[in-house]
């Protein structure tokens, strides 16, 4: 019984964070300045990161975590040189 509730709260939180996701999606396009854009594609990948998990929590599999620690080090990575190109307009 208990297992049941806890899938079903995953299964709902997975939509939620969909839903968020799909509202991050569109500040980036939508977004008033660059910053704004900047926030939005960090929170975009953060998001998708929580969908992985949740999802590899519903099905029961590792693979999916694996795929969201690389997704986390890229995006990092990512963040760190948007805002240092913002900052210089320049990479190296």
Do not use: P
């Not at 297992?3 to 008033?32: D, M, P, Y």
């Not at 948007?82 to 900052?87: C, E, F, P, Q, T």
């Amino acid at each position: 019984m208990i297992e049941i509730w806890v899938e079903r709260t995953l299964v709902f939180a997975l939509a939620v964070h969909i839903v968020l996701t799909g509202v991050c999606v569109w500040r980036v396009w939508r977004g008033q300045n660059v910053i704004d854009r900047l926030i939005g594609a960090d929170l975009v990948g953060t998001l998708a990161l929580a969908v992985l998990v949740l999802i590899a929590l519903i099905e029961r599999t590792s693979i999916y975590f694996d795929v969201a620690l690389g997704l986390a080090a890229l995006g990092f990575m990512a963040s760190i040189v948007l805002a240092k190109y913002l900052a210089d307009q320049r990479v190296l």
